[in-house]
């Protein structure tokens, strides 16, 4: 992956996560982040920290942008979503607004 | 072995902090604060976006949306304000230059403080029928920078005097007009008509008046004709060039009315110069240009019309007398043919063929027939 497309995320703990911008781009916050005139912080680095994100729900995050542009292509499949995650998981995407 | 047990559900304690206390509040909000002001002083780089974005998130979450949503008029109404002090201290020209830069600022500014607040704009605004931030900022903007007391003339007046400069035949800053009026569309084509629209329709009508008067009295019919299309054409490329479409009409129906409508019968009549005298004289290109001019207005070409038909009437009564003294009536024929083939190009060529005209035409001949 070629470093100009893609964004690192930053966990609470600290753990990274390198994705292509597309994926992260599904979340509309990260999107408008990324294109806010102005140049913010994390437009200029990009990176992006999330002091009040896991790196688990980082990590499920992450995986849910993957499956998603999969499944705007054409590919249905399920989203395997661990219960114990669920509530956390629902107050990131609402954060993220994905 | 039993199977796997059952997973147990393990609710985690809310990692957010739910701390409904005001002085939290009263916390975040002087940091979005703050970096409202970065915002707007140019110094946004430092500022992080995801931070102001929790902020202003968490801010929503635990019911402070309506503070947010106070404190953000306020602060973004108290810029306004010092804006404003600073484009009326411009000099002369250059006020508009100052007034277009502070309008991109403030749109960048919009735009960003609009990302921050986005949680915001999605959720308690909707809830509370308010306005949308961008929205809001326009507003703010028509509120105290378009409409404050020593710029709102200003504004205007220089707007037209730069308008009649270029109908002088100066040459103005085009691109700066349409940024300029391109902000009065974008703030509202209320704010547009009103401020600007109305009374620069007033001021050129005032302005067409006097030329037509001045020409009228000294130029003849082709020559006015020729000088009313040069202005009609004038008007309809500035409209592209840097007015709202929608005032092509309303300005080419004030040339029409003070230009053509006003003195259609003096033109017609003159004397030596007028309608009759065209087509005496083949005028090809004249009556083509009247008649491109007068359809535009009302009554013109009913007008034209029935003075060409009277006249025909005049040729006819013509031939007979003058064939009652000649007694030859293949010349009377000839004659009464060469003009109509003179009338049908005429109708054709410059007339583009007009039906009603056609028509006008042939009844004539026929009466004398």
Known sequence: MKKEDTVKLISAEGMEFVIDKEAAMVSQTIRNMLTSPGGFAEAEHGEVTFPEISAVILEKICQYFYWSLQYARGKETEFHIEPELTLELMMAANYLHT | ?369
Request: hydrophobic fraction near 35%; charge should be negative.
């Open chain 2, 1 to 369: 072995m039993s199977n796997q047990k059952k997973r147990n559900f393990h609710i985690e304690a809310f990692k957010h902090r739910v701390v409904v206390d005001p002085k939290y509040a009263e916390k975040i909000w002087s940091i979005l604060e703050h970096a409202i002001h970065e915002i707007y002083n140019h110094n946004a780089s430092g500022l992080s976006f995801e931070e102001l974005y929790r902020n202003a998130y968490n801010m929503v979450l635990h019911k402070f949306g309506e503070k947010l949503y106070s404190g953000l008029v306020t602060t973004m109404t108290a810029h306004l304000k010092e804006i404003s002090k600073s484009i009326e201290a411009a000099q002369g020209g250059l006020f508009l230059e100052e007034l277009n830069r502070k309008w991109n600022d403030h749109n960048k500014a919009l735009q960003m403080i609009r990302d921050i607040l986005m949680y915001m704009d999605r959720t308690y605004i909707p809830n509370t029928h308010k306005t949308p931030v961008h929205e809001l900022g326009l507003n703010l903007w028509r509120d105290n920078v378009i409409h404050s007391s020593k710029i709102q003339s200003r504004l205007l007046s220089m707007l037209l005097e730069l308008i009649h400069r270029e109908r002088t035949g100066e040459v103005i800053d085009r691109g700066l007009m349409r940024n300029i009026i391109k902000m009065l569309m974008d703030i509202g084509s209320s704010v547009y008509q009103e401020d600007f629209e109305k009374p620069f329709l007033e001021v050129s009508a005032e302005f067409y008046r006097r030329e037509s008067q001045k020409f009228i009295e000294c130029c003849d019919t082709g020559d006015y004709l020729k000088k009313a299309e040069i202005r009609l054409n004038e008007e309809i490329e500035r409209v592209t060039h840097f007015l709202d479409v929608k005032s092509e009409v309303n300005i080419t129906n004030v040339v029409e009315k003070e230009m053509i409508a006003n003195h259609m019968m003096r033109l017609i009549h003159m004397e030596n110069y007028g309608l009759v005298n065209m087509f005496l004289d083949d005028k090809y290109e004249d009556l083509e240009r009247m008649y491109n001019l007068f359809r535009r207005v009302p009554n013109g070409l009913s007008i034209t019309r029935d003075v060409m038909t009277s006249h025909l009437r005049e040729i006819g009564k013509q031939l007979v007398t003058d064939a009652e003294k000649l007694k030859d009536p293949v010349e009377f024929v000839q004659r009464l043919l060469d003009e109509k083939d003179k009338y049908d190009n005429i109708i054709n060529q410059a007339f583009c063929n007009d039906k009603t005209f056609q028509n006008a035409l042939n009844s004539s001949f026929e009466y004398l027939t």
